[in-house]
Nanobody
Framework: QVQLVESGGGLVQAGGSLRLSCAAS????????MIWYRQVPGKQRDWVAD???????NYADSVKGRFTISRDNAKNTVYLQMNSLKPDDTGVYYC?????????WGQGTQVTVAS
């Protein structure tokens, strides 16, 4: 079955960095678009960045220039490198796989940025 497992979250001071990973299994990873979202309690899940099967990337304005999404098809893993973190980046980060009109979600990883 499809599994997405995020890791790499934690507590970091403002200005610091974290790298999130999302390990995928159960589908043809290289053909999927992979997307990172962020959610804070009481608010909707917001799109952060995505990477297509072609490696084309897109970023939310709030993270552009600070975050980098990448993928390693040999490891079935997508990454989110987060630099110059701000308290507003705090939230649960989810990865989503989108393939053939189907969407799969991971369980999320908590990122907390202290001011």
């Amino acid at each position: 079955q499809v599994q997405l497992v995020e890791s790499g979250g934690g507590l970091v001071q403002a200005g610091g960095s974290l790298r999130l990973s999302c390990a995928a299994s159960g589908f043809i990873f290289s053909r999927a678009s992979m997307i990172w979202y962020r959610q804070v309690p009481g608010k909707q899940r917001d799109w952060v960045a995505d990477i297509a099967a072609s490696d084309a990337t897109n970023y939310a304005d709030s993270v552009k220039g600070r975050f980098t999404i990448s993928r390693d098809n040999a490891k079935n893993t997508v990454y989110l490198q987060m630099n110059s973190l701000k308290p507003d980046d705090t939230g649960v980060y989810y990865c989503k796989a989108s393939i053939w009109s189907l969407n799969y979600w991971g369980q999320g990883t908590q990122v907390t940025v202290a001011s």
